[in-house]
């Protein structure tokens, strides 16, 4: 009975001490975050929580989108410490050391820095990218989040782990004095993440895909085009909806075709060959282009086994034999898109037939070595395959942006073989092989490279992880299999085969630093390290062979047929550096359209300078023979920009879009009105002529991708997108201007406006015959009275412009 009545009293207390708690703290109440910006929130409608966002976008108030600033830190006295032995919060001068400083040092995850409505979008006044804004460590704290367990399950984050502290905050928030620590960190913009539940895409820091974070406006404009693409009612997309119908189309009739051709595996490689004239033209054009960049094979050897082969119609051996016949196939593909139309109608056959007898090849070889064993693929013969399929993957335009998978599959089998390491440690190697290996390794670690920096993805190599010397200066013809001891190599100033390799490889350790840098899941780096790292590639380009060094004096030779290729080699050589000067400034010249202040002028200006010679290639021609061309209408470029994918396509938008953001820059620019005299108004018409010269070359740009949906059918997206940027700019730049007379083109368009008038002129251009005329720029051409007449430093009108120098006066 007792037992029963003190059950019963502890139960009543109970009862009573859960109405009226006597101790305990108060519950911790904390306040709502403020996540839509302060024009939503006036309005009280929903708020994408961008930056600026698609609302503020709309009602042309951009400027006014801004967002409150984050609570004040939770100092650490405040922070509760929840235990199992009570529920009263522990003061902070009783917690641990360890206490403190998990306290102090947290930071949020990924996932919410992501969430973070400051992380999203910059303000569109300044037209920057996101999360590019620089930002000092930040010591302040934050109520624990969420942490990242390792697979064991234990809660350790991955910072744990390693014994490092989490990473500091990434914010954009005006005020911040980043200078102050010399540091500009970057994360990675969350338009690097594409893709949903299997199928995923990464483009890291330095993909041309992150250039459209320049633009928030565009931005915004294809995120509306995913959320209403499915309805075919809406007029602002319907336009774009019939032209990538079209496309499907005509992609879909290429696949039908590889389809009626599923018997490859059956079919002999002999089968596929051409016509022999059309063969050794193809081969001839690639020894004096690709081989003279990138070396793969030794032309001698080639050569013999090539009269071998046509008198008796096969090798020794039926393994030889084949191998002989896949690297013909695809030495042909690569240089397939840079013959010429005479020859190729002369053997009865167009471009686009060749293209795609080209990727034929190039999907029965995928076939052949896929019935390889691994062990098979071990042999030098098969490496030089390998990179033959990477390069003719990019000129070809088969899955060029792809061209990563290939390369990093090859550098392991590379690595695998040995050829990273000096040939002298193999006793059993002779001269010849070990040369071979010298050249292998170095064009290996060049396609690593490059597909790297294309994809945006860290490169799988490092200057440390390898100790093969350079090869030698010789040619082809002077060594031989048979040969025990190498020729002594010519000097340096001498030109042979090897000149463009040995050249690029002066500065293969600077452009290892620069991808490492750039590519980096966090960029943090000082500017002070940046220009360093800039200088020693622009000093290393200066110290190139003069034939490298300059396209004008290539073309000139080309024009006195003294070596009509060279063109190829200057080109393809500025490019490959022109590209890494981009890729390490471009991150500092977006954070200048959010904070004008920044240090980083010398950044806007290289990556102009760079973005303009890489676009100014497209104005030299192969064979001297411009106005014939012209008249044609397709317009004739270098042969590095007549590859057909990959960076060699996407690259030209990189620098093409870098322009319009510089435009756009100078639109918002405080200019300073001409003062009176001479030497003032020069200068202010310099300042007309570069900016037309800006216009000019994005509009080549144009042209360049007009003849690549034309001709190819390919990169409809591309002109689409750099259409529209290039006229909401320039209507910008002509409503920015102060004009001495009305006209009827003083509103500014917007990408809804564009969009339709984009649409319909890639369907024509998809439409349109390979043969048929393209009035390329006609719709687009630059007038030099309104451009002069209109800017408000012209001191000359419409009037005075006859009274220019005439030689300015030309334009093309």
């Not at 042979?496 to 899941?521: G, P, V």
Request: glycine share 4%; net charge positive.
């Amino acid at each position: 009975m007792d037992s029963i009545l003190q059950t019963q009293h502890t139960r009543a207390k109970q009862s009573i001490m859960k109405v009226n708690r006597q101790n305990g703290a108060p519950p911790y109440r904390q306040s709502r975050k403020t996540l839509s910006c302060a024009p939503c929130r006036k309005r009280k409608v929903k708020c994408d929580r961008l930056k600026p966002c698609s609302r503020c976008i709309q009602a042309k108030s951009q400027d006014s989108c801004t967002y409150p600033c984050p609570p004040p830190a939770t100092p650490p006295s405040s922070v509760r410490s929840v235990t199992s032995t009570s529920s009263r919060p522990v003061p902070s001068d009783r917690l641990n050391p360890s206490q403190h400083s998990d306290v102090e040092n947290h930071s949020l995850t990924p996932r919410d820095a992501t969430f973070s409505p400051y992380n999203e979008r910059t303000n569109a006044s300044n037209i920057s990218s996101h999360a590019t804004i620089p930002c000092a460590r930040a010591h302040v704290s934050f109520p624990p989040a969420p942490s990242r367990t390792t697979g064991q399950g234990n809660g350790q984050t991955l910072e744990q782990v390693s014994g490092t502290t989490s990473d500091p905050i990434i914010c954009n928030r005006p005020g911040v004095n980043e200078a102050a620590q010399g540091l500009f960190v970057q994360s990675v913009s969350t338009l690097s993440f594409r893709g949903k539940k299997q199928r995923t895409r990464f483009f890291g820091r330095s993909h041309w895909a992150t250039t459209l974070s320049m633009f928030p406006d565009l931005s915004a404009h294809l995120r509306d085009y995913s959320r209403e693409k499915q309805r075919p009612t809406d007029s602002r997309f319907v336009e774009y909806c019939s032209s990538r119908r079209l496309k499907h189309d005509f992609r879909t009739a290429d696949k039908q075709g590889r389809l009626d051709q599923q018997d490859m595996q059956s079919t002999r490689l002999k089968d596929l060959l051409p016509s022999q004239s059309l063969a050794q033209y193809l081969m001839h054009l690639y020894f004096a282009t690709f081989e003279t960049t990138f070396r793969v094979l030794h032309i001698p050897s080639f050569s013999a086994d090539w009269n071998t082969f046509w008198e008796s119609g096969q090798l020794e051996g039926h393994l030889a034999c084949e191998i002989f016949l896949v690297k013909l196939l695809l030495l042909m593909a690569c240089s397939s898109c840079l013959a010429e139309p005479e020859q190729l109608i002369s053997e009865g056959m167009s471009a686009r037939s060749l293209r795609k007898m080209s990727q034929r090849w190039l999907h029965t070889i995928s076939m052949w070595l896929g019935n390889l064993s691994n062990h098979a693929q071990l042999n030098l013969d098969i490496i030089q395959i390998h990179c033959l399929v990477v390069m003719a993957r990019q000129a070809t335009g088969l899955e060029g942006d792809l061209a990563a998978i290939p390369a990093g599959s090859l550098i392991r089998t590379a690595l695998l073989m040995g050829l990273h390491r000096d040939p002298c440690n193999f006793p059993n190697i002779s001269p010849y092989w070990a040369e071979v290996r010298k050249r292998l390794w170095f064009t290996i670690v060049e396609l690593e490279l490059q597909t790297a920096l294309y994809s945006g993805i860290p490169v799988a190599i490092s200057w440390e992880d390898f100790d093969c010397p350079l090869p030698s200066n010789i040619e082809d013809e002077d060594f031989s299999v048979e040969l025990n001891r190498l020729p002594a190599a010519k000097p340096l100033t001498t030109t042979t085969r090897a000149t463009f390799q040995l050249a690029l490889a002066r500065t293969l350790k600077t452009r290892l630093k620069i991808l490492k840098e750039i590519n980096s899941i966090r960029l943090c780096a000082s500017y002070k390290d940046i220009v360093s790292l800039g200088e020693d590639l622009t000093n290393g380009l200066a110290e190139a062979p003069p034939d490298l060094r300059e396209i004008s004096n290539a073309a000139s030779n080309t024009a006195e047929n003294k070596d009509p290729n060279r063109t190829f080699r200057a080109s393809m050589f500025l490019f490959l550096h022109y590209r890494y000067l981009l890729a390490l400034h471009r991150p500092f010249f977006l954070s200048l359209a959010e904070r004008q202040d920044e240090p980083y002028m010398l950044s806007r200006r290289i990556c102009v300078q760079a973005s303009l010679a890489q676009l100014a290639q497209l104005e030299y021609v192969c064979d001297g023979s411009h106005r014939t061309a012209h008249a044609r209408g397709s317009r004739m470029c270098p042969h590095v920009l007549r590859l057909k994918g990959g960076m060699f396509r996407d690259d030209v938008f990189h620098s093409a879009a870098t322009i319009c953001f510089e435009l756009r820059l100078q639109v918002k620019d405080n200019l300073i009105q001409p003062l009176p005299g001479t030497i003032s108004e020069f200068m202010d018409q310099s300042v007309f002529y570069k900016r037309m010269a800006l216009f000019e070359s994005a509009e080549s740009a144009i042209r360049y991708y007009e003849a690549k949906v034309r001709e190819d059918k390919q990169a409809c997206k591309t002109f689409t997108i750099l259409y529209i940027l290039f006229t909401v700019i320039k209507s910008e730049v002509l409503h920015g201007s102060q004009p001495t007379s009305r006209e009827t083109h003083s509103t500014i368009l917007t990408m809804d406006d564009v969009c339709p008038q984009a649409s319909r002129r890639c369907r024509d251009l998809l439409l349109e015959g390979e043969d048929i005329a393209s009035p390329a720029g006609s719709h687009i051409d630059i007038d030099p009275d309104w451009f002069f007449s209109l800017d408000p430093l012209s001191p000359y009108g419409v009037d005075a412009w006859p009274g220019l120098d005439p030689f300015l006066y030309q334009y093309p």
